[in-house]
């Protein structure tokens, strides 16, 4: 579904990707993970066409993407929910949701939102209330369901879990192994390995620019190096 | 004395929703683009000699005259972003900063090629004037205040009601977010500068018809359109529209119960009082 062949990619003279390949294939969950600078989170601005890609290229359902500009990305049906939330804090949180479906031309979208309050209750005596007034956890939910709300067909998760307590992380994991269930495609990137390894059906461990790992996501789990250098034990 | 303190609030409110017309169109180029656009006031004064020379020249109508004015502000709006502020958008903001001044000179330059060094005032058939009270109320100044509370009203009517307003909105809360959404950010910024010369363009067109129009004063008008938007909170809307008032009101009863020579300074000091009670401006955020 999503083929990314040895992609270069960086900022100013500085280049933060060295020649990464990875591949998601539909209805997988695949998480890229490292240490903070790896380039996890460069990589997938690269997918959503927000950092142009110096070298190599991105398929998506055999299509190149590298070029395709930022705002184009959603309506090939790639969306991301980027880290640090980004809910639009002045709008209300149903606009919010409104923006998520902005591409969007059909009439199923009163029913998307439907679906979408009884995923995530806590969002619904709240549809008017300003999303910048909302918890962490809340907001984390509403750039979720913000997300799905362009019914996309892989669906890129940055850092998800970053900032929020234990209990809204678990319930995060718990979203994540749903909307996989439900049979959307998911690009995971975490700095908690534990809990991406135990979504992800594949992952990748990026190391200073370079895929230094690949393998399933138990394989991983139980990987010596692994185990010692991200989940601490 | 309070009659004729009511007076000159009158006239106030009428040239102050002037100022509020063309600092709308400052606020939301400055807030939703970060962009210092001090050629607006130039900008203005080409859609006011416009309304003039289709109003004297071609014997359009007042309003029709301002319609048409209207859409050439727009696509003036629309040039100026394209060829002079999208080259230098990921440039350090000092570039805009001076793209916006040497604009400003173009455009000055330009209006006096075209338009001459004379002042003009754009006739209007509103010449009645009401007696009320003892208050002496101008037909046309009815009309300038009208006009402009309509322009204020349909541009934030489509900002805050339509879809393409809510891209503007998003754009401007955030950015990167708004393109993962597929809101195209350069459309939006092509959107506001043709919404913001519009306004502006309008409000040329009724400081044509209520004062006049010459050379130097869209950049005087600019200079005030930078103060209310200071005064009310930059970025802010409202801040603009209260802040506007408040400037042509101040600067009225300043002219007519001390002096016309220093409506100006008043009218300054009012607005340097008020920064410093409130340096965030009247309705800007902390």
């Known amino acids: 579904m999503l083929t990314v062949r040895e992609l270069r990619a960086g900022y100013g003279n500085v280049d933060v990707l060295h020649g990464i390949s990875f591949d998601v294939r539909p209805a997988e969950c695949v998480a890229l993970v490292g240490a903070n600078g790896a380039g996890k989170s460069t990589a997938l601005r690269c997918v959503c066409g927000l950092v142009r890609a110096r070298a190599g290229s991105i398929e ?15 309506r090939r049906g790639i969306t991301m929910c980027p880290e640090g939330r980004q809910v639009f804090a002045d709008m209300s949180v149903l606009e919010n949701l ?6 969007r031309r059909d009439r199923d979208q009163r029913r998307d939102l439907e679906a979408l309050f009884d995923m995530f209750p806590a969002l619904r ?4 209330q300003r999303a910048g007034t909302l918890s ?11 997300a799905l709300m362009s019914r996309p067909k892989l669906c890129i998760f940055d850092e998800p879990s970053l900032g929020l307590a234990p209990k809204i992380v678990d319930e995060v994991e718990r979203t994540l192994a749903r909307i996989k269930a439900n049979g959307t495609t998911v690009l995971l990137v975490e700095q908690n390995a534990s809990m991406a390894l135990r979504l992800a059906d594949r992952a990748y461990v990026l190391e200073a620019g370079n895929i230094v790992l690949e393998g399933s996501g138990q394989e991983l789990q139980t990987h010596p190096e692994v185990s010692k250098a991200y989940l601490g034990y | 004395m309070i009659t004729e303190a009511l007076q000159q609030v009158l006239n106030g409110l009428a040239i102050g929703s002037v100022y509020t017309l063309i600092a709308v169109g400052l606020t939301i180029v400055f807030g939703i683009l970060g962009i210092a656009h001090f050629a607006h006031g130039s900008a203005a004064m080409s859609g006011g000699y416009l309304t003039f020379i289709l109003t004297e020249r071609l014997g359009l109508g007042f309003f029709p005259a301002m319609a048409v004015a209207l859409i050439a502000g727009a696509a003036l709006g629309v040039v100026l972003e394209r060829l002079a502020y999208r080259p230098v958008r990921d440039a350090p903001q000092i570039n805009a900063f001076i793209i916006a001044l040497g604009l400003t000179m173009i455009l000055e330059g330009g209006n006096l090629l075209l338009f001459g060094p004379d002042q003009v005032v754009i006739p209007t058939p509103y010449q009645h004037v009401y007696t009320v009270g003892g208050l002496v109320v101008a037909e046309l100044r009815i009309q300038v205040m009208l006009t402009a509370s309509l322009a204020v009203a349909a541009m934030a009517t489509f900002v805050s009601r339509t879809r393409a307003g809510r891209s ?8 990167q977010a708004a393109v993962l959404m597929g809101v195209n950010a350069d459309a939006v910024a092509t959107m506001v500068f043709a919404l913001s010369s519009a306004l502006g363009v309008i409000g040329g067109a009724l400081v044509g018809a209520l004062l006049a129009i010459a050379p130097g004063v869209g950049e ?6 930078f103060a209310v938007l200071i005064l009310g909170g930059l970025g802010s809307i409202p801040g603009a529209i ?7 009101v101040s600067e009225a009863l300043a002219a007519g119960f001390i002096s016309s020579a220093y409506k100006d300074v008043i009218a300054f000091l009012v607005m ?6 409130r340096p965030e401006g009247l309705l800007g955020k902390r």
């Open chain 2, 242 to 248: 209260v802040g506007g008032l408040v400037l042509g």
């Open chain 2, 168 to 175: 503007i909105r998003a754009v401007a809360q955030n950015r």
């Open chain 1, 136 to 146: 962490g956890g809340e907001q984390e939910m509403l750039a979720i369901a913000r």
């Open chain 1, 98 to 103: 409104r923006m998520g479906g902005h591409m």
């Open chain 2, 220 to 225: 005087g008008l600019v200079v005030k359109g």
């Open chain 1, 125 to 128: 005596p709240r549809a008017r």
């Open chain 2, 272 to 277: 340097i009082g008020v920064l410093l009670v």
């Open chain 1, 60 to 74: 998506f359902e055999g299509a190149r993407i590298d070029h395709v500009p930022g705002h184009r990305i959603v």
